[in-house]
C-alpha cells in the first residue's frame, strides 16, 4: 500500500492523542483541498502490512486514525490494517471524501469490510465555501462526525 506519512501523538484528527495514517490515492480531489500531493496514488512510499502494524504498535498510548488521501482508495489493503489496529484493542477514527451512504451502497467489499471496523467516520467531501475553522475534527460544515459504534 502507499502512505504519505505517519504522525504519532496528534490531538487535531480524532479526540484523544492518535497515531495517524495518510495514505497516498484520493479520487475526489477536493477544490481547496489542505494535501493535494496526496491525490496520486504514486505518491509516498510502498509499505507492507507487517511494517504499517509495526509502526502502529510502537505507540502503545494513541488510538489511530486513517486519513490521506483517501483510506477507502486503497480499501482492499487497508482493510487488513485496519482488522489489526481492532485486535490491539484500539479506537479507530476514519476520514474519507466519500459519504457513509456512498460507501453502504458502494457494492465494493472491500469498502464495505473497512466500514466495519471504523469506530468512526468522518465523510463528506471538503467544501472549500462550507469551511469552517471552529468546527472540531473536519474543515468544513457538510462534513459530518458519524460515531458508528454507539
Same mark, same amino acid.
Not at 100 to 128: K, P
Given at each position: 500500500?502507499?502512505?504519505?506519512n ?19 490515492g484520493?479520487?475526489?480531489r ?11 496514488i504514486c ?5 507492507t502490512k507487517?511494517?504499517?502494524?509495526k =509502526?502502529?504498535? #510502537?505507540n502503545? !498510548? *494513541?488510538?489511530?486514525?486513517?486519513s490521506?488521501?483517501d483510506?477507502f482508495?486503497?480499501a ?17 477514527w476514519?476520514?474519507t471524501?466519500y ?16 466500514l466495519?471496523?471504523a ?5 463528506g467531501?471538503? =467544501?472549500?465555501? #462550507?469551511?469552517d !475553522? *471552529? ?8 462534513q459530518?462526525i458519524?460515531r458508528?459504534?454507539?
Amino acid at each position: 500500500m502507499r502512505v504519505m506519512n505517519i504522525i504519532h501523538d496528534s490531538v487535531v484528527d480524532g479526540e484523544g492523542l492518535r497515531t495517524v495514517v495518510f495514505f497516498a490515492g484520493c479520487p475526489h480531489r477536493c477544490f481547496g483541498c489542505h494535501n493535494p500531493q496526496s491525490w496520486n496514488i504514486c505518491n509516498g512510499i510502498e509499505i507492507t502490512k507487517e511494517e504499517m502494524i509495526k =509502526e502502529i504498535e #510502537k505507540n502503545h !498510548l *494513541t488510538d489511530v486514525t486513517f486519513s490521506g488521501g483517501d483510506p477507502f482508495f486503497q480499501a482492499a489493503e487497508v482493510k487488513a490494517i485496519a482488522k489489526a489496529v481492532k485486535k490491539m484493542g484500539k479506537n479507530l477514527w476514519i476520514y474519507t471524501g466519500y459519504t457513509l451512504e456512498e460507501i453502504q451502497n458502494s457494492r465494493n467489499n472491500d469498502m464495505i469490510e473497512l466500514l466495519q471496523y471504523a469506530d468512526v467516520l468522518v465523510d463528506g467531501r471538503f =467544501e472549500l465555501a #462550507k469551511r469552517d !475553522l *471552529t468546527l472540531p475534527f473536519r474543515g468544513s460544515s457538510n462534513q459530518r462526525i458519524i460515531r458508528l459504534k454507539e
